[in-house]
């Protein structure tokens, strides 16, 4: 298992603006997250198995790399290889343990698994001995002693592994400013959420973007759209976490001035207004309330990828819920 120590430093078309976009698309990756693969008892969110084959396929020509590899090029602010790639699973079924991970790892794809150390403490403690795997921790902080939760899973992820944690997996992707600050002061460098979108050099390190694949979201030409996603960093996005006081959360960001066209979609609703207060600032008006987990994707053109000649899109998301 990887064990990695690092420390973070959080941070009309013209040429200028276009350079950073372009230098931006550098030193961005793509992290993919999945959950339940050919699982009966959620069939709605589970990947079919025939899917879960084709993503791997299409994965062929992309350089996939180990997730801290990727935070280390972040932290030194380095150009990441074309096509930058990671593959995690959040706490992962038994079958997955037996049967979908001991294949990715016989073809040497590097694997990040997110685990609740109170299961499956077998299959984590063998992971635990592979090189290509590196284990983080996931369990549920959205309880009243948030604190004595965390403090219990990190003490038994080390008794199992050896190691202390240092990335984390938001329980079903949802976070709010308590957890982070939790977080911090356990030593964690670097967060995942469930928003879809690209993590790339400067965006917020204790909730990066992943795209998750489901049965419905794990479609082959989605697939290919995520795989070829470029990231849209918009800074002041509002709400900062995605656990929120009300049904109706005001939701915007401030855009690079060369982002142009941009449009939003919002889970289970009709399309959002979109309102531009400032020049860059961007406004998205929700239709109606938000019922349990509710998705927010932006997505604007990016240009055509000279080798295919498909479309490409800047992405970047929002998960929220209302907050019980």
Not at 30 to 50: G, N, T
Not at 87 to 102: K, R
Not at 227 to 252: E, K, W, Y
């Amino acid at each position: 298992m990887r064990i990695f120590v690092f420390i973070f430093l959080i941070c009309g078309l013209s040429a200028p603006a276009l350079a950073d976009l372009a230098n931006t698309d550098r030193k961005a990756a793509i992290i993919l997250s999945y959950q339940r693969i050919d699982d009966p008892l959620e069939p709605m969110e589970s990947l079919s198995r025939d899917q879960f084959n084709a993503h791997t396929e299409m994965l062929a020509g992309k350089n996939i790399l180990p997730l801290p590899q990727i935070l280390e090029f972040f932290a030194a602010h380095k150009v990441l290889p074309r096509g930058a790639v990671a593959v995690t699973f959040d706490l992962p079924a038994p079958h997955i343990y037996q049967e979908i991970l001991p294949d990715l790892l016989a073809r040497k794809i590097p694997i990040t698994v997110f685990v609740n150390p109170a299961n499956h403490k077998r299959h984590i403690k063998r992971l635990g001995k592979n090189d290509l795997v590196t284990l983080g921790l996931s369990v549920n902080l959205n309880v009243a002693d948030k604190q004595q939760a965390l403090h219990r899973a990190i003490a038994e992820f080390r008794k199992i592994t050896g190691h202390q944690p240092t990335l984390f997996a938001h329980y079903a992707g949802l976070y709010d400013e308590e957890i982070i600050a939790l977080l911090h002061k356990n030593g964690f460098i670097a967060a995942f959420g469930q928003q879809s979108g690209v993590a790339y050099d400067g965006a917020n390190m204790m909730a990066l973007p992943r795209f998750t694949m489901t049965g419905n979201t794990g479609g082959e030409e989605r697939f290919s759209m995520v795989i070829n996603a470029r990231p849209l960093p918009a800074n002041d996005m509002h709400p900062g976490a995605s656990l929120v006081q009300t049904d109706l959360p005001a939701v915007g960001m401030t855009l690079p001035k060369s982002v142009q066209n941009i449009d939003c979609f919002v889970s289970g609703q009709d399309k959002p207004a979109l309102h531009f207060p400032a020049p860059q600032r961007l406004e998205i008006r929700l239709a109606a309330p938000i019922e349990g987990r509710t998705r927010i994707n932006c997505i604007a053109p990016a240009g055509e990828d000279p080798q295919s000649g498909e479309m490409r899109w800047r992405w970047a998301g929002f998960l929220l819920q209302r907050a019980d």
